[in-house]
């Protein structure tokens, strides 16, 4: 049973091998050590436990030299009655030893051994080593109590005060630092106060110099532009561009961590040498637009003008229209960048490069105005036949028509023109470094002869709208003739009663209008006609208008017709012998004659 319990201090089973002793005794030596946890009376005491435990197994003799001092000693005697009684009280009798449940975790079972005094922190680490090999959780809470801290630790040794030494360094290295920065800093102002002035004596110089190219460039316009002295140009040149040449920038001074950034004035170079030729660019550029009093100078853009207008005969107006449509006057100068404008386009603002006469597009836009004209003049032909043409329609068809009539159709023409106008397009294609391509287009009139007989037919409806013919009237007997009897004595008769409705009939023999007669609503007349095969038609409706073409014939237009509610019918094929037909044109039940639907070109 002893030895059982020096096996349990070691957290091993009775029977283990030489090796699981030693390991383990290697192991606890470490987390016990007295040296390692403070000092603590439990630790010395378990520590030596351990050691007693491991000679009693193994026999071997420990090295007394890593054994503190004041380890109690344990009698053998002693130490036999504590295992047998002593220990059995720790671990079931002793008050002060915390009781674990199997259900704590190994957060509770470290607060109850924080919680504890010596002897109960000695016990509880006794049970948590004796079961530690069978539960997990009592070998977590063995590793956290076991480790090292450094808060509690801290808190058990007695606080130390610098030494004088120390205190000396510290300030030592303070000072030195307080007189680094403050050398540093005076270094920076030094620094600071020459940049000053040598920004200021640089800004003096450049503005000398910048003072020294201007007059030069001025002096030089004047004498090559005289004419310019008092132009906005001049102006600008000698009250404005100074400014202008001004840019500011800037600098940073720094020394160390000391920085400090100054701006200054400086002026960009070549300035005012771009700004002369900006204007002598601008001046070439607005000089071909121009007419020179100068018989020596010639300036192709006003001479193109010139040409074109008593070439064609055109007005400045047209001329300027056409010059629209090729994208105005810029066609005509192409860029030619010299080598002074290449470094000037970054100095100025809108600068203005050299530019050169685009004789290509002149040629080009010679030939555009040449192709428009011609078009246009045969655009204004077809215009003027087509009013031509109107005119001579509207008086054929409005010859001998009543001023009342002529008036309304006059109005109606207003509201309704019969001249319309149409687009037509056109382009000319010109080279890409020339004119370029130009679209234009060109207005057309049309006139619809249709519609104006509509209009003319529609005055000449209302206008005879309640018109009718006499009963018996034959309209066409310039054509059909007006015959109407059979003295022979095979004659038969065809008898036409009118309904609500006013009817032209015409009887047609081998396929020719052989009668005709126009009928008057709710009248009658009679057709004599000889023996034989005839056919009967039927045109009604109401208003007759005798300047209605119905169709053409052999003996020329067939004028006069009704104006509205139009219909043509037909019967079928009669034969007469000697007999009378009488047709009743009113709506009856049980009727015997039910005419078919026909048409004027078939009746007429």
């Not at 603002?349 to 045969?378: D, G, P, Q, R, S």
């Not at 002529?406 to 080279?431: F, Q, V």
Request: aromatic share 14%.
């Amino acid at each position: 049973m002893i030895m059982k319990k020096y096996y349990q201090i070691l957290g091993l089973e009775e029977g283990a091998s030489k090796q699981e002793i030693q390991d383990a005794y290697n192991k606890l030596s470490v987390e016990l050590d007295p040296k390692n946890n403070d000092n603590l009376d439990f630790f010395k005491e378990e520590f030596a436990l351990l050691q007693e435990a491991y000679k009693k197994i193994t026999g071997n003799t420990i090295n007394t030299d890593s054994e503190p001092e004041d380890i109690p000693k344990i009698d053998e005697a002693t130490d036999n009655n504590k295992r047998d009684s002593g220990t059995k009280q720790v671990y079931e009798n002793d008050t002060h030893v915390p009781y674990i449940f199997n259900s704590d975790s190994a957060f509770d079972i470290v607060q109850k051994y924080r919680e504890a005094d010596n002897k109960g922190k000695l016990g509880l680490i006794r049970q948590l080593n004796a079961e530690k090999y069978d539960n997990d959780v009592f070998r977590q809470a063995l590793a956290i109590i076991h480790k090292p801290s450094g808060s509690s630790n801290t808190d058990n040794k007695p606080n130390k005060k610098l030494s004088k030494k120390s205190l000396i360094i510290i300030l030592s290295i303070i000072v030195a630092i307080l007189l680094f920065i403050a050398i540093s800093y005076l270094i920076f102002q030094n620094k600071l106060e020459n940049a000053k002035a040598y920004i200021a004596e640089l800004e003096k110089i450049e503005f000398q110099e910048n003072e020294k190219s201007k007059n030069y460039w001025e002096k030089k316009f004047i004498k090559d532009y005289p004419e310019y002295e008092t132009d906005n140009t001049y102006i600008d040149f000698k009250y404005n561009a100074l400014l202008k040449s001004t840019i500011t920038s800037d600098t940073l001074v720094s020394f160390i961590f000391f920085k400090e950034k100054l701006e200054y004035i400086s002026y960009k170079k070549q300035f005012f040498e771009c700004l002369y030729h900006n204007y002598v660019n601008s001046i070439n550029y607005s000089n071909h637009y121009k007419k020179s009093s100068n018989d020596d100078a010639t300036y192709p853009l006003p001479e193109l003008r010139e040409f074109i207008t008593k070439k064609y005969e055109i007005n400045n107006i047209e001329f300027d229209y056409l010059l629209t449509l090729a994208g105005k006057w810029d066609k005509f100068q192409k860029k030619e960048i010299t080598e002074i404008d290449k470094k000037c386009i970054t100095c100025i603002n809108n600068y203005k490069v050299n530019h050169v006469t685009n004789y290509l597009a002149i040629e080009e836009f010679k030939l555009f105005v040449k192709e428009y004209l011609k078009n246009k003049k045969l655009i204004e032909n077809g215009n003027k036949s087509i009013e031509k043409s109107y005119a001579s329609k509207f008086r054929a068809k409005t010859r001998g028509m009543k001023s009342s009539l002529l008036n309304k159709l006059n109005r109606k023409i207003i509201i309704n023109p019969l001249i319309t106008t149409s687009k037509d397009n056109y382009t000319y294609y010109g080279s890409y470094e020339g004119i370029g391509t130009i679209t234009y287009s060109l207005s057309k009139k049309v006139i619809d002869f249709t519609h104006f007989d509509d209009l003319v037919n529609e005055i000449y409806a209302d206008y005879y709208s309640t018109n009718s013919l006499y009963n018996g009237a034959k309209p066409y007997s310039y054509c059909y003739g007006s015959a109407n009897s059979c003295s022979q004595w095979d004659c038969s008769e065809i008898e036409v009663i009118a309904g609500n409705s006013d009817v032209l009939i015409t009887i047609k023999k081998s396929g020719k209008v052989y009668r005709h007669a126009y009928i008057k609503a709710y009248n009658k007349y009679k057709f004599h006609v000889s023996n034989g095969y005839y056919n009967v038609y039927f045109y009604y409706g109401k208003g007759w208008d005798p300047r209605k073409v119905l169709k053409q014939t052999t003996c020329g237009a067939l004028k006069g017709g009704f104006v509205s509610n139009v219909s043509v019918g037909k019967d079928q094929s009669l034969y007469l012998n000697n007999q009378i037909m009488t047709y009743t044109l009113t709506v009856i039940n049980n009727g015997n004659f039910s005419p078919v639907t026909s048409s004027v070109y078939e009746a007429f």
